[in-house]
């Protein structure tokens, strides 16, 4: 692989302790001795340095639906913003897959009564591999453009994970190898629930609804994705990874935090991953760096805006670009890819370079899109403000909102009028916790008198001066016109419906003011000039 570095002295796959019971019978082995299937791999990594995976996991990586992942960005258009978030996919799933096996060893050597074999370990490590297998191109703006043009689905990118786990299988013929080392069907499904489940998320009665794993092994249900509570592999990565690439710092040591893990069975007769109590704060901490992550980068304003031009590209698109499917017929529609493996797994990121140069006579608008967002005509950001969490606002809701605000608009009669479909607004959901609930209270925790025995702790223990809300939902105006005079206007009628409304008038909004045409044509002295110089970039600045 291009990307990794097999040194001369790797380490061969052992038979010991700790890989007993995987059958590693010489077999199949590849036509190039120095790529022999009983090899780990080696890859240098930014992030946790040197990375050694099993022969098995290097045989997932070497697959073109794998590798396709080097070609859809971890931040997706946030790139936009923070020019060196241009990180990939496919280092993140590899360094997931790697704390995976940093945590399952750590447990198996401070609580070897857990009985976690190798195949477990293999198994989570592989989850931890392909849980991002599913993601379209440009990731969640994908999710959006499916949302809409087929919302009978519900789809996520979840779903088509394990879709293209099958597939990356059945396509590469990978289930001998999987023999080898003993996994079998049940070891698949294991795999796939952990990735993901119809089960996760719903109302089940049953005590335990899995087939991949008992009970006594439900602790493993919660490493790559904890639905409980939040915290897993997959954060500790990402965190890591996204806050060194967009250049800004974060306090949480995500390997101190793996060696206070601890297994201990609950009342409700599982097995859970409970932590320190005085790594409790360690846990908020975790909640606020999303938090942050997410207002300063993945729900970044202008990130925001040019996702939502290139939504409306990808739609525009839509029913002029045509995938081939493995019959060899090119009359897939974008939409439509997620019904076939085989045709998803040819959609990346470089689907905006497809548009561009296509010579399909109705694409023009899609390209006229496209060429606005690099050209930096992108949608103008108006400002937000904060709704309630439990206010839904639909479709329907934000087109009443865009109508609401024309109202206010007060256009002369020589200014250019805008309509509601100049106007854009988005709701961006912001959470740290279950539903915005505290999301501590679904944690366990020990302490060191009593490390086998788990217990709760409750917010008020903690700390006076933590958060006493989880959940907000911002609402945010997006002016298609970039006029600074329409743009003014529509943003001093933005403040208006807020007090209307009676939502929190937007950041800054006492500074706002209307610009005129005529006063910005006005010769004035020097001193006005910078006076009107101040006002116009107070009123324009995103």
């Not at 993140?92 to 447990?107: D, M, N, P, Q, V």
Request: aromatic fraction near 10%.
């Amino acid at each position: 692989m291009s990307d990794s570095e097999e040194y001369a002295s790797a380490k061969r796959y052992k038979r010991d302790e700790t890989t007993s019971d995987l059958e590693t019978s010489p077999i199949l082995i590849d036509s190039d001795p120095d790529n022999s299937i009983l090899d780990t791999k080696i890859f240098n990594d930014p992030i946790h340095g040197s990375i050694e995976l099993h022969w098995l996991l290097v045989k997932l990586i070497d697959t073109p639906e794998f590798q396709r992942l080097r070609r859809l960005r971890q931040l997706g258009l946030a790139y936009y913003v923070y020019p060196g978030a241009c990180h990939q996919r496919f280092e993140h799933s590899i360094g997931t897959c790697y704390l995976a096996g940093e945590l399952l060893t750590h447990l198996c050597h401070k609580q070897p009564e857990l009985n976690i074999t190798p195949k477990d370990i293999l198994c989570v490590q592989m989850a931890a591999l392909c849980h991002d297998l599913g993601h379209g191109p440009f990731s969640h703006t994908f999710e959006d453009v499916i949302a809409i043009l087929r919302p009978e689905l519900h789809w996520k990118h979840e779903h088509a994970s394990v879709q293209m786990f099958d597939h990356l299988i059945e396509r590469n013929r990978l289930l001998p190898f999987f023999q080898q080392v003993g996994l079998k069907d049940i070891d698949i499904t294991f795999v796939k629930e952990l990735i993901h489940s119809e089960i996760n998320g719903q109302d089940n009665t049953q005590v335990w609804p899995y087939k991949g794993r008992d009970i006594s092994k439900s602790f493993l249900y919660e490493i790559v994705s904890n639905r409980l509570t939040g915290i897993d592999v997959d954060k500790f990565d990402y965190f890591a990874r996204d806050s060194y690439y967009l250049g800004t710092k974060i306090s949480f040591e995500h390997m101190r935090f793996i060696k206070f893990y601890r297994v201990i069975k609950v009342d409700d007769g599982k097995r859970h991953l409970c932590l320190r109590d005085k790594e409790v704060k360690a846990c908020y901490e975790i909640y606020r760096i999303r938090d942050d992550l997410h207002r300063r980068a993945y729900q970044h304003p202008v990130a925001k805006g040019i996702e939502l031009m290139l939504r409306e590209a990808l739609i525009a698109a839509n029913d002029y670009l045509f995938f081939c499917n493995a019959a060899g017929r090119c009359d897939t529609r974008l939409a439509h890819i997620i019904d076939d493996m085989y045709t998803f797994s040819q959609a990346d990121d470089h689907l905006v370079t497809l548009i561009k140069h296509s010579y399909h006579p109705n694409m023009d608008k899609a390209k006229e899109i496209l060429e606005k967002i690099e050209r930096r005509e992108i949608y103008r950001y108006i400002g937000n403000t904060q709704i309630k969490f439990t206010a839904d606002f639909q479709k329907k809701e934000c087109q009443n909102a865009c109508h609401d605000i024309i109202k206010y608009c007060h256009f002369d009669e020589s200014q250019s009028h805008i309509t509601e479909n100049d106007l854009v607004i988005q709701t961006v959901d912001l959470t740290c916790g279950d539903r915005g609930k505290d999301p501590i209270q679904n944690m366990w925790f020990y302490t060191k008198i009593t490390p086998n025995k788990a217990t709760k702790i409750s917010k008020e223990q903690v700390s006076a001066f933590l958060p006493q809300t989880f959940r907000e939902q911002d609402l945010r105006l997006y002016c298609k016109m970039r006029d600074p005079t329409v743009c003014s206007i529509v943003r001093c009628a933005f403040k208006e419906f807020c007090i209307a409304k009676g939502y929190a008038v937007p950041k800054g909004s006492d500074l706002w003011m209307t610009i005129s045409p005529i006063s910005e044509q006005r010769h004035t002295p020097s001193a006005g000039i910078a006076t009107q110089s101040s006002t116009f970039k107070r009123s324009t600045t995103l």
